[in-house]
């Protein structure tokens, strides 16, 4: 899987955007990017992945540039909740394990 | 759907004694799991995979003789820790692969195990 490069933490105010960026510049063309968060003592939870378009659910959007090398995953109205450790993963999508590297530590303050 | 339940949440042992942990999906039928260890402020590491019917796949370095892996049935994956010592002490999380999921796979983790061994 190609690696990935993180910002080690980001601070958001409430109600704001967050804004995540991820670099996989190695990713290659069947890779998919995927972003789950780890809220503390607490296993990770989905938020969403995408192959080349942007991707949106009810939690949060991903945008991927056209070559692929970065993406942004953007939480539209942070809330107190949101804090906790956001993880950007490529991998391909054939039944592997999941490997998280450090992540980025998002704080949302009131 | 696609829930993960693991159990216990928190575990506290004696040096020397042995801690079996489960993992369940409850409403999908997962022929993988995974199990994982995080040691405070770290990162999760893959420990094994683990499938339906055969043997465990473990990751280098993690010694398949004190985490012994069971995965008996298609929603029941097991991790003991055999003759727990003070370094074993960490969150252990289990996840598990939606069998059909097909290419919107996602996995689906448990909540964690805290093991604190004495």
């Known amino acids: 899987d190609a690696k990935t490069t993180q910002p080690t933490s980001m601070d958001c105010a409430e109600g704001r955007a967050a804004n995540l960026p991820c670099n996989h510049s190695?990713?290659?063309?069947?890779?998919?990017v995927y972003w789950y968060r780890q809220i503390h003592s607490q296993g990770p939870q989905y938020i969403i992945h995408?192959?080349?378009n942007n991707e949106t659910n009810e939690m949060a959007s991903l945008i991927i540039t056209e070559d692929r090398k970065s993406s942004t995953l953007i939480l539209p109205h942070a809330t107190l909740r949101d804090t906790a450790v956001y993880y950007c993963?490529?991998?391909?999508?054939?039944?592997?394990?999941?490997?998280f590297g450090k992540g980025t530590s998002l704080l949302v303050t009131p | 759907g696609a829930v993960v339940s693991q159990h216990p949440s928190r575990v506290i042992c004696k040096s020397g004694t042995s801690v079996k942990i489960e993992c369940r999906s409850l409403d999908f039928q997962a022929t993988t799991m995974f199990w994982y260890r995080q040691f405070p402020k770290k990162s999760l590491m893959l420990m094994a995979t683990s499938n339906e019917g055969s043997k465990a796949t473990y990751e280098q370095g993690v010694e398949k003789d004190k985490f012994l892996i069971n995965h008996a049935s298609l929603t029941l994956s097991t991790l003991t820790v055999t003759s727990a010592h003070p370094e074993d002490s960490s969150f252990y999380i289990c996840?598990?692969?939606?069998?059909?999921?097909?290419?919107?796979?996602?996995?689906?983790f448990g909540s964690g195990t805290q093991l604190s061994v004495l």
């Open positions: 190695t990713i290659s063309g069947n890779e998919y």
């Open positions: 993963i490529v991998r391909l999508n054939s039944g592997y394990a999941l490997n």
């Open positions: 996840s598990a692969r939606k069998n059909g999921q097909g290419l919107n796979e996602k996995l689906f």
């Open positions: 995408g192959l080349k």
